[in-house]
């Protein structure tokens, strides 16, 4: 089973705006699929602050991470934008601070500390969800099997994600994959042999996240 932080799907961009020193950093953060979505979403970023001086940016996406400082000192901004990501162990995120010089220099700390802190704002304003990817199996009985079936779904807090009515009845359910064993075991008790368990497929499950 699959489990890891993202951002909501649906959700709004989550934008932050911290000021240093008449520099304005305004951070954006999105939920990215791909290494695809992405780049699509810095180049997007770039392209709505075409005037800002600098678009540095990290993502965590498509099972790579990358971070750059377009033209910022090494070091000083796609790094601490990285690290707002990890320090929430997100994935499937993009994360592009845009910085409008204010005349007067930071200094690489200073630049680290302000991208670090816009990239954190951000994090802390996105809505987080947790994915759960889980694995699929299905139960066929007869009707008078019925009962004993969902009464055993119930306690062990198993959700029938969804139901087909026919000669027999067959239900599908998901669970963490190391459970199947005993799930398929416990099943066969008390039907006496009489489902036909077939396991196969991935149910994704998605909720918010404690802050």
């Known amino acids: 089973m699959k489990e890891y932080l993202t ?14 020193k ?13 290494e695809e979505a992405a780049r699509e979403f810095v180049a997007a970023a770039r392209k709505k602050y075409f005037d800002a ?3 540095p940016y990290a993502y965590i996406a ?12 090494g070091g000083t901004a ?7 990501l990890k320090g929430r162990n997100l994935s499937e995120a993009a994360l592009v601070v845009t910085r409008y010089f204010g005349g007067i220099k930071l200094g ?3 630049l680290y500390r302000a991208y670090g802190k816009a990239a954190a704002m951000a994090v802390e304003a996105a809505q987080i969800v947790r994915v759960q990817e889980l694995a699929a199996f299905s139960v066929e009985v007869e009707y008078s099997l019925l009962d004993a079936v969902e009464r055993y779904g119930r306690q062990k807090g198993l959700t029938a994600t969804d139901a087909l009515y026919a000669d027999k009845v067959k239900l599908t359910f998901a669970a963490k994959e190391e ?12 039907t006496a042999g009489g489902a036909v368990i077939r396991t196969g497929g991935v149910i ?8």
């Not at 951002?7 to 240093?20: C, K, L, N, R």
């Not at 498509?62 to 000192?73: M, Y």
């Open 7 to 20: 951002i909501e799907q649906e959700a709004e961009p989550a934008v932050a705006v911290y000021e240093e």
């Open 204 to 211: 994704t499950r998605e909720a918010a996240a404690e802050k």
């Open 22 to 34: 008449r520099s304005k950093f305004i951070a954006s953060l999105v939920r990215a699929r791909s």
């Open 62 to 73: 498509g099972g790579k991470e990358k971070s750059n400082d377009d033209g910022e000192p």
């Open 108 to 110: 690489a700390a200073g």
């Open 53 to 55: 001086r600098h678009n």
């Open 179 to 190: 459970d199947l064993p005993a799930i398929k075991a416990d099943i066969g008790n008390i």
């Open 78 to 84: 796609g790094s601490p934008i990285l690290a707002a």
